[in-house]
């Protein structure tokens, strides 16, 4: 089976220990039928066997060997159950260590459309609730197996050298008791998958509530939120109630068939005992040992309930570890060159699902231009230029760098040779320094400074207590947006990329900061071809060329003054922007 080569495939390195738990589990679970034996002996020889008495004033030796034996073994049986859990618990923490690990890094190398289409509640729940269900099952549920079957075969054997006949009786109880369990398995499997599924919706609201929790403030939201997550709750639970009250269903019968073992053992053996078929001791082993055959059907029900979870979670596990990129990130070690930072676009057309979203654009920047893009919003501005990096793929054309296919060149090479700073700026909780320095962790103190400089971030970071060592909160938490936006800006900058990209980088700074900010930027020290989104004649106005974006279509491009000349979209927002200002100053004049 599938599930169980993917499990025997991750034990790699704890298989030999895990085999080990096994055999012991099978040894230990033997040596159960070793104490009824004994005892047995013991009613046999000094209780209720025909030479009793005598044999007790005889053969003390042997009665005291007996009792010793019995402590021995349940010594022996606790030591082994010691030792088989302690291998048990070591090979799958072991396995969930290393299989976190790697989902961990498959996440990791994920592309962007896996982001888009999975959540991250979603995705926390894999790598949490489901691989603890896996670990637990492999543990604890397989073990119960192996040590119910074991119990169960030693006894049902033991029982036939003692008496067939009784032993078949018993055994009457088992097929219905199979074919209940069988119908219950059935029935509660699509159950376990929509509890599994629940779960995950409940842990996705409460990891976006609680990411969102300004928004919900902003807009007094909470009892509405609340609302949402008990609904999720109550869904959860209540899927929860329905998988148990199914076991309700079936437990009286499974539990009926298991106490009807010791019914049938009174009656039948209480007959071969008078009939003088069975001796007391033989029916004391009996007794003693019915649990073995009770135990494993009264159980079938929690065991059938935990298998059925695991598989649910193991599904989950494995979606994830077998999900593949398109777009994949080999991580080479080969030296990585740096690039000119020539930028084509070659007749691009791009879509997520199916609209399309840019349509046949072809422009090129050359080393060292600025390159800014303008347009509505929603008019495909990110997407263009998340297809440099190649955070997504083009559906058809080609996004060349230095005149090759970004899909030739290798990947990380490709990245690292980009400085991006994203529209919805996302801080580490770490501190002011190591956001700046998150590309180049070895990076000096002063080159951090110089480039805080440079996004005029290091007026404001001067003034905090910590300076540098101020630790941002969560998604920096505790800065303003601009400032935010500024360290962003440093992050991107202080990589030193040949191709920077910047989305509207510089919306939520002043104008006189973002005055300053393409200064810095037209006087970096190392070459870098720019490409700004920007929706300020200000930002634009600075560039080599514009290129106007409408509905995923080129529809301007040229330097401002073209542009002005054209009297087309760009015209009219430099018009609303600079009559925009005319009109405040003549207010306040
Ligand atoms: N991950 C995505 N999956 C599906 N559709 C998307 C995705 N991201 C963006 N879109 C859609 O693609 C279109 C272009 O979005 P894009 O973010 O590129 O616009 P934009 O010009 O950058 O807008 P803005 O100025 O508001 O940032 C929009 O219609 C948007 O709904």
Not at 368 to 386: D, P, R, S, V, Y
């Amino acid at each position: 089976m599938f599930q169980l080569k993917w499990l025997w495939h991750n034990l790699i390195g704890d298989r030999i220990r895990y085999i080990i738990a096994l055999l012991l589990s099978v040894v230990g679970s033997s040596l159960t039928i070793v104490n009824p034996y004994i005892g047995q002996r013991i009613v046999d020889t000094f209780i209720a066997g025909e030479n009793a008495s005598s044999n007790l004033a005889s053969e003390r030796a042997l009665l005291i060997g007996l009792c010793l034996g019995m402590i021995g073994f349940s010594l022996l049986r606790t030591g082994l159950a010691y030792f088989t859990t302690i291998l048990y618990e070591r090979a799958s923490q072991n396995m969930l260590f290393r299989v976190r690990v790697y989902l961990y890094n498959k996440i990791q190398g994920q592309d962007m459309k896996y982001y888009d289409h999975n959540r991250t509640g979603d995705l926390m729940t894999k790598m949490t609730g489901d691989l603890e269900m896996v670990r637990h099952s492999i543990a604890w549920i397989i073990k119960t197996i192996i040590e119910s079957l074991t119990v169960f075969a030693a006894a049902v054997v033991y029982f036939f050298f003692i008496d067939v006949g009784l032993t078949l009786w018993l055994l009457l109880l088992s097929p219905p008791i199979f074919i209940v369990a069988f119908i219950f398995a059935r029935r509660v499997r699509p159950m376990y998958m929509d509890l599994r599924e629940r779960l995950s919706q409940l842990n996705t609201t409460t990891q976006e509530n609680i990411a969102g929790n300004r928004v919900v403030k902003a807009f007094a939201r909470e009892e509405y939120e609340v609302k949402k997550f008990t609904d999720k709750n109550v869904n959860y639970s209540e899927a929860n109630k329905a998988a148990a009250m199914v076991w309700l269903d079936y437990f009286p019968y499974l539990e009926t068939l298991a106490q009807a073992f010791n019914v049938i053992l009174m009656l039948a053996g209480g007959v071969l005992v008078m009939n003088g078929r069975l001796t007391f001791g033989e029916f004391s082993a009996f007794s003693a040992l019915i649990w073995g055959l009770s135990n494993p059907m009264r159980n079938i029900g929690i065991i059938i309930n935990d298998i059925q979870r695991f598989f649910a979670s193991l599904s989950k596990v494995i979606e994830v570890y077998y999900a593949h990129p398109d777009i994949v990130n080999e991580h080479k070690a080969a030296v990585k060159k740096r690039y000119r930072g020539r930028i084509q676009f070659d007749q691009v057309s791009f879509k997520y699902d199916n609209a399309m979203v840019l349509q046949d654009i072809s422009f090129s920047v050359e080393p060292g231009e600025t390159l800014a893009i303008m347009g509505a919003t929603g008019a495909g501005k990110t997407t263009l230029i998340n297809l440099i990096p190649r955070f997504y793929d083009v559906a058809k054309g080609r996004v060349l760098v230095d005149g090759t296919d970004v899909r030739k060149l290798e990947l990380d090479e490709l990245r690292g040779n980009i400085g991006v700073a994203t529209q919805d700026v996302l801080l580490f909780s770490d501190t002011i320094d190591g956001n700046i320095a998150y590309g180049n962790p070895e990076m000096p103190e002063e080159d951090v400074v110089k480039f805080a400089g440079l996004a005029a971030a290091h007026g404001f970071i001067r003034k905090i207590p910590d300076g540098y060592d101020t630790i941002v909160g969560e998604r920096g938490v505790g800065l303003s947006g601009g400032q935010k936006q500024r360290i962003a800006l440093a992050r991107a900058m202080a990589v030193q990329p040949p191709i920077l990209i910047l989305d509207d980088t510089t919306s939520a700074v002043d104008l006189e900061t973002e005055e300053h900010i393409q200064k810095s930027l037209r006087e970096l020290e190392f070459d870098c071809t720019k490409i700004i989104i920007a929706q300020r004649v200000s930002t634009t106005s600075q560039a080599d060329r514009i290129l106007i974006l409408e509905n995923g279509r080129v529809i301007e491009t040229g330097s401002h003054a073209e542009l002005l000349a054209k009297r087309g979209y760009y015209y009219d927002v430099f018009m609303l922007q600079t009559e925009g200002i005319g009109r405040q100053a003549n207010a306040i004049g």
